[in-house]
């Protein structure tokens, strides 16, 4: 069901790889939603991708850039501008890559030169667009970001690794540009902690599959999907947050407030049982063992 809630609004996408993508549901729904849209991504990407599939279907174009690099980014804003013909109202910062987690380098024994293209990529790159859009003026009054978190940045989750740091940095740009862009624009900058979710980026952290199936026995409401996602990132770049900036916004079905869920502990106390008969069979395999 389509609410217009995007209607007359323009945006850029950044990380749209193919149909697992978040970026790519937010881009299918936002263009829904009656918005126009820019998509783009690293070449590199573009070429490993189906984005050309996804542009088509959203009757719109697919601009190449790094977005580590400044020189590509003041080229994207600039055709963005070009294309729209003029200012634009949102954008969303869907990047994330971990050298150190492809190449299987765990937390406590990290390539520092890995650690620093994560950061780049992952976080640094978010202060490098929304510089360059500030520097070129190029989002209207009362716009959006958004950026895509994980709870990692607060808590400890294993096998997340050094994109936790990043997404932990990714959060406090969100605050320190959120207050400069805000008060200078109106523009509202914001990032969602989303579920964990299997789309490209997230298949490559360690024991996904667990991570998910622990986060929808302790989520009341399960996980959200990256359609559930899209849905919420909308409404961030609609006029009904005008006021909603520099948050760290939960959407996970609300396994940020909760501690242990009645799911979890039972599969818990089935797994400690399965062990400790394992223990009773080995010690006593005549079944005599007391309790």
Request: net charge neutral; glycine share 8%; proline share 2%.
């Amino acid at each position: 069901m389509s609410y217009n809630l995007l209607k007359g609004k323009k945006g850029l996408i950044f990380g749209a790889l193919n149909d697992q993508s978040i970026a790519w549901k937010v881009a299918e729904r936002a263009v829904e939603e009656g918005a126009e849209i820019v998509l783009t991504n690293t070449a590199v990407s573009i070429r490993m991708g189906t984005i050309g599939e996804l542009a088509e279907k959203c009757n719109t174009i697919v601009v190449p850039a790094d977005a580590t690099s400044v020189s590509d980014l003041e080229a994207l804003i600039d055709k963005t501008m070009e294309h729209f013909g003029g200012k634009f109202d949102f954008m969303l910062h869907s990047i994330g890559m971990s050298p150190n987690v492809r190449k299987g380098r765990t937390y406590d024994d990290l390539d520092y030169d890995y650690l620093a293209k994560t950061l780049d990529i992952s976080a640094i790159s978010f202060h490098k667009v929304i510089q360059v859009a500030r520097k070129k003026d190029a989002l209207n009054d009362w716009g959006s970001i958004v950026a895509l978190s994980y709870i990692a940045a607060q808590r400890t989750l294993y096998g997340y690794n050094d994109m936790a740091d990043a997404k932990a940095l990714l959060e406090s740009i969100a605050r320190s540009f959120g207050y400069i862009y805000g008060r200078e624009k109106k523009i509202r900058i914001n990032t969602v902690s989303q579920s964990p979710t299997p789309t490209t980026a997230g298949n490559g952290v360690l024991g996904l599959g667990d991570l998910m199936d622990f986060s929808e026995r302790m989520s009341p409401l399960g996980n959200a999907s990256a359609l559930d996602c899209a849905d919420y990132v909308l409404t961030l770049f609609s006029d009904l947050t005008r006021k909603v900036t520099m948050q760290n916004l939960f959407h996970d079905g609300g396994f940020s407030s909760m501690g242990m869920s009645r799911r979890a502990m039972r599969t818990y106390g089935k797994g400690l049982n399965a062990k400790f008969d394992d223990v009773k069979s080995n010690q006593f395999p005549f079944g005599d063992g007391a309790e």
